[in-house]
């Protein structure tokens, strides 16, 4: 029943796609391909489960996962998620939407991953010996996400890789095994989606999850916290009220994963050429970013200086190790919950290949994304508050007020994080200031090239770090 019902859909795929979140801007009016398509149901209202392919003229391909619904009539609580009408075909003429909108068809999902799983396009491949419930209420959870995550019930996440992947994947390899280690600090894993349509070696296509419906976003938390703050608002403004309790407890929160994680998998020690050929890596990254963002081109001697200078301290015999870690870790990857935080996300970072973000790492790398993300939750309450103020005379002293309040709280809650996580009895990062400064500018510069490809209006947050960093005392 879908066979080639994907390919006369693609022209009008092509501008619906490229305004999702999750699509990488390079690839805007790249040529769609159709890699497979599975239809899904007995009867209206149908599930199209698609994978398509987005071809670049340079060769360079990025695959799309897609869950999109078919009725042959529209009710008009659909009509705002309409993408297209099927041109040819035994649907032709039926109306295709985007499925995220239709709780019918989201709950046709859970039921088809829940079954025998005799579907090859699409099965769920269970790590635990528990069956997965049914008839929950589905729930699509809002934010930027770089994936869609689907809540059922308040009892179990399925989180849709928007870009799948050949396995195994990053995120369900380190999930299973926080699970065997009874993690407290992350949620329990129930499977994996699968499809073993598309080669050898199948995609990995989502996971399914502990869903913990009373915690808070991290993310969302700090920003207001920072934004009242800003405006002086009760005990957010003084140096031991607001959010610093709880970065402190989300520094233990992190080092006990970190402590999970290298119980499971292992660490060791780098040698001096290990740490040599990552400042390399990091020098390489940076001179491609440079290329890509040309305002970073002016800091590239310096931050190179910054990266040699962490391979110089290793190799005086300045210990290094190395383990499995988060690999992309920001407020926004930690809930709060009423019994402590919890970590979430295990993908990686979602613009380095795989290979590289399943390697072995520091867990300073770890440390200096959540600093950055300190950072980055102070600026956007900033700039929240000065957006507000753009109809009115805002004084001069009221803004430099503002701002300097917003640096406090960042540099307040870095160090309350800090604090925390050297108090749980991991290795104190302070001791190693070099390397932390070494992989925080690494990650600015991630992060201007990541806001330069999806949002453009936000690339001067990390080119602020990346100043700060290139002029810091080395």
């Known amino acids: 029943m879908s066979d080639g019902i994907l390919e006369p859909l693609l022209p009008a795929l092509a501008p619906w796609l490229e305004g999702r979140r999750w699509f990488d801007a390079r690839y805007g009016g790249a040529r769609l391909e159709a890699r497979a398509a599975t239809v899904l149901g007995t009867e209206p209202p149908l599930l199209l489960h698609a994978v398509v392919s987005a071809r670049r003229e340079d ?261 290094v190790f190395a383990q499995r870690t988060h690999g992309d870790l920001h407020l926004g990857q930690a809930l709060r919950a009423a019994d402590g935080w919890r970590i979430v996300d295990f993908e990686g970072e979602p613009a380095r290949p795989a290979a590289e973000r399943a390697r072995p790492q520091p867990v300073l790398r770890d440390i200096a994304g959540m600093l950055r993300s300190f950072d980055y939750a102070a600026r956007t309450g900033l700039a929240d508050r000065e957006s507000a103020d753009a109809g009115e005379d805002g004084s001069p002293a009221r803004r430099l007020r503002r701002r300097r309040r917003a640096y406090a709280w960042a540099v307040r809650n870095r160090r309350a994080f800090i604090e925390g996580y050297a108090s749980a009895g991991r290795e104190d990062p302070r001791c190693q200031p070099v390397a932390l400064r070494a992989f925080e500018a690494d990650k600015a ?22 100043h700060r960093l290139a002029h810091t005392s080395r």
């Open 59 to 319: 060769g360079s391909v990025l695959d799309y996962q897609l869950l999109l619904g078919l009725r042959p009539h529209l009710p008009t609580r659909l009509e705002p998620a309409a993408v297209a009408t099927v041109p040819t075909g035994p649907f032709q003429g039926w109306q295709v939407y985007d499925a995220l909108a239709d709780g019918a068809l989201l709950g046709l999902l859970l039921r088809t991953l829940a079954g025998p799983g005799t579907d090859p396009g699409l099965r769920l491949e269970r790590t635990g010996r528990y069956p997965l419930p049914v008839g929950l209420v589905p729930h699509p959870l809002e934010g930027e996400m770089s994936n869609t995550a689907v809540a059922y019930g308040g009892r179990i996440l399925l989180k849709i890789f928007r870009r799948p992947e050949p396995g195994p994947h990053t995120e369900v390899e380190a999930l299973h095994a926080l699970t065997r280690q009874h993690c407290a600090r992350t949620p329990h894993l129930y499977g994996a989606l699968h499809s073993d349509a598309l080669g050898a070696e199948g995609l990995v296509l989502g996971l399914i999850e502990e869903f913990l419906p009373d915690a808070h976003d991290g993310w969302e938390e700090a920003v207001r916290q920072a934004g009242e703050c800003m405006d002086g608002a009760g005990r957010t403004a003084s140096a031991t009220g607001g959010f610093t309790a709880h970065a402190h407890g989300l520094g233990r929160a992190v080092a006990d994963v970190h402590g999970a994680l290298g119980k499971a998998f292992g660490r060791s020690r780098l040698t001096a050429q290990d740490v040599a050929e990552e400042a390399a890596r990091m020098n390489m990254r940076l001179k491609e970013a440079a290329e890509e963002v040309p305002a970073l081109a002016r800091y590239t001697a310096r931050l190179g200086a910054l990266f040699d200078d962490y391979a110089r301290v290793a190799g005086r015999g300045s210990p």
């Open 445 to 466: 510069v991630y992060e201007a090239v990541y806001e330069s490809r999806l949002r453009p209006d936000r690339l001067k947050i990390p080119l602020a770090a990346v």
